[in-house]
C-alpha cells in the first residue's frame, strides 16, 4: 500500500519540527487514525512552511501501516 500511495517523500513524527503553538499530543493522536474510523476529516491550517505536508504524509503512511487506503 504505501508503494501504491505514491508519496513525494518519506516522512516521520521524529523529524518533525514541533513548534511551540503546535499541540504535539494532539497531533501525535492522529496517527490512531480515530477520526477515521469516526469518519472526520483533518484539515491544517496555517503559515506555508509549518509543515502541513510533513504532517500528512505521516499521517498517511500510518494509515498504510494499518491496511487503510490513502489519497
Given amino acids: 500500500m504505501i508503494d501504491r500511495a505514491h508519496f513525494p517523500k518519506t516522512k516521520t513524527m521524529e523529524s518533525f519540527d514541533f513548534q511551540p503553538n503546535i499541540n504535539r499530543q494532539e497531533i501525535l493522536g492522529f496517527k ?18 509549518v509543515g502541513k505536508t510533513h504532517l500528512a504524509i505521516n499521517i498517511e503512511l500510518a494509515a498504510c501501516q494499518q491496511g487503510q487506503r490513502t489519497i
Fill in 32 to 49: 490512531d487514525l480515530a477520526f477515521m474510523k469516526n469518519q472526520e476529516n483533518l484539515v491544517f491550517i496555517c503559515s506555508p512552511g
